[in-house]
């Protein structure tokens, strides 16, 4: 897991010169919404990127997690299927469904069954290198090829490229410094329930967060934002004492966080702080929010790596989500 993380800035190159290399034709009809597929590791990647382009595209876009999808799904559909093993069997039923509603399909994979079903229906697809055990800890891939099949249906524009490559330039240049930001980090959280908070509008990213405290900290976290925490969850911030007393609170921010939100986490920071510790707080660091996004999840990624060997567990294997799969493998 110490070698995946470090490795992130190479994942990022290494996916852009994979997505540049892609030919995928543009839709033969109109493209109205868009559905993104994609479980765990590949479905937060998902996630992302549909927090990135919001305001940005001009359509609907969702993400489906499960085996089900939406109605409005059609001819006018672009529907991406991302599955890093290519074997994610809610994955795979999604795409069945979308095969017979004849919507416009770019899988997004490193083999597998997935990998199958696009060439045996002759599917656009971008293929990931494969071989890892790891899903979650190929984010890079997930984002870039996610944004690139985007870019190569006409739906965003090309931004994104430069501000990847400028993003890897500030992350090797910051590493020393990310990763002793994350280790001291970690040595705060450990032996608390940590409770991320943050603008609405980056709820993927703490949830991408909490997803790297459970999998690699074998750690419970918890998630919400604001402001909608402060029509409900706010009130809960009185018992039990004893529970508030171990949390800690963590706030995620960006330079694009709604200025009134900003205000919000500021007047709330007394009562969080009143019940149980210090808050933490991560700043963002890049020029644009993708950059920002970038520095996020490098940060945390350490943080959650760091944060393993204070609770003195291997960060790589999640073997209760192995179990799960090997006892469903047997009811099919």
């Known amino acids: ?38 479980m765990g590791g590949s479905g937060i990647g998902a996630n992302l990127i549909e927090s990135l382009t919001f305001g940005r595209i001009p359509i609907p876009m969702m993400v489906n997690k499960g085996y089900n999808i939406p109605q409005f799904v059609g001819p006018h559909t672009l529907f991406i299927a991302c599955s890093y093993s290519g074997d994610t069997e809610e994955t795979l039923s999604a795409i069945q469904k979308a095969l017979l509603k004849r919507a416009h399909i770019i899988c997004i994979t490193s083999g ?16 990931m290198p494969a071989g890892s055990s790891s899903p979650r800890a190929m984010l890079g891939y997930a984002m870039i090829s996610l944004l690139y099949a985007l870019y190569h249906t006409n739906l965003i524009g090309g931004a994104f490229i430069k501000e990847t490559e400028n993003a890897v330039e500030y992350l090797d240049r910051g ?50 934002t604001f402001p909608e925490m402060n029509h409900n969850e706010i009130v809960g911030w009185e018992n039990p004492g004893q529970v508030l007393s171990q949390c800690q609170v963590i ?25 149980s510790n210090p808050i933490i707080d991560i700043v963002a660091e890049g020029a644009s929010l993708l950059e920002q996004y970038y520095h996020l999840i490098h940060l945390t990624d350490w943080i959650s790596y760091y944060l393993a060997i204070e609770n003195k567990v291997d960060p790589d294997p999640v073997e209760v989500i192995t179990y799960l799969k090997g006892e469903l493998e047997k009811i099919k």
Do not use: W
């Open 251 to 275: 706030y995620l921010y960006t330079d694009h966080d709604h200025v009134r939100v900003e205000k919000r986490m500021e007047l709330c920071r007394d009562i969080f702080e009143k019940k």
């Open 1 to 38: 897991m110490k070698k995946l993380i470090e490795g992130f800035t190479r994942q990022l190159t290494d996916a852009l010169r994979i997505g540049e290399a892609v030919d995928l034709v543009r839709p033969g009809s109109d493209i109205r919404n868009i559905l993104v597929s994609g």
């Open 112 to 127: 597998g069954k997935v990998l199958e079903v696009a060439k045996e229906y002759n599917l656009h697809y971008i293929q």
């Open 175 to 224: 590493e020393k410094a990310i990763q002793a930001q994350a280790e001291l980090i970690a040595k705060k959280i450990h032996g608390k329930f940590p409770i991320i908070y943050c603008d609405g509008r980056l709820e993927a990213m703490a949830v991408r967060f909490q997803n790297q405290l459970n999998e690699n900290a074998k750690h419970f976290a918890h998630v919400n």
